[in-house]
C-alpha cells in the first residue's frame, strides 16, 4: 500500500508564503506524474500544479507565476512553494501521485491539508 502525506497549510495573510510537502510512503517502485490539487468549498477539485518523472510542469493560469512545484526523487517528496497568496487560493490542497507499485501503477490522493489566506 502507498501513503501520501501533506504537510504545511495553515493560515496566512494575502501577499504571504506558504510551502507544502507532500511524502509518498509504501511499496513504491517509482513514481511518474505528480500534482497538487485543491478544492475550495462548493467548487470542484481543481488542478494546481504537476510534475513529471523527467521534471517537466504544468500550472494552472491562476497561480503562474506565484506557485513553484518541485520534487525530490530519492525521497519521494514533492513540494509546492507558494508566494503572494490571495484569499481565492483559499481551499484544501491534495497531493496526487501515479505511483508503480509490483506489477501495476495506481493513482493515489493524499488526506489533504487546509489553506487559509485571510487577513
Known amino acids: 500500500q502507498v501513503q501520501l502525506m501533506e504537510s504545511g497549510g495553515g493560515l496566512v495573510q494575502p501577499g504571504g508564503s506558504l510551502r507544502l510537502s507532500c511524502a509518498a510512503s509504501?511499496?513504491?517502485?517509482?513514481?511518474?506524474?505528480m500534482g497538487w490539487y485543491r478544492q475550495a468549498p462548493g467548487k470542484q477539485r481543481e488542478l494546481v500544479a504537476s510534475?513529471?518523472?523527467?521534471?517537466?510542469?504544468n500550472y494552472a493560469d491562476s497561480v503562474k507565476g506565484r506557485f513553484t512545484i518541485s520534487r525530490d526523487g530519492p525521497k519521494n517528496t514533492l513540494y509546492l512553494q507558494m508566494n503572494s497568496l490571495k484569499p481565492e487560493d483559499t481551499a484544501v490542497y491534495y497531493c496526487?501521485?501515479?505511483?508503480?507499485?509490483?506489477?501495476?501503477?495506481?493513482?493515489?490522493w493524499g488526506q489533504g491539508t487546509q489553506v487559509t489566506v485571510s487577513s
Open positions: 510534475v513529471t518523472g523527467g521534471g517537466r510542469t
Open positions: 509504501g511499496r513504491i517502485f517509482s513514481i511518474y506524474v
Open positions: 496526487n501521485a501515479d505511483v508503480r507499485v509490483a506489477s501495476s501503477t495506481n493513482n493515489y
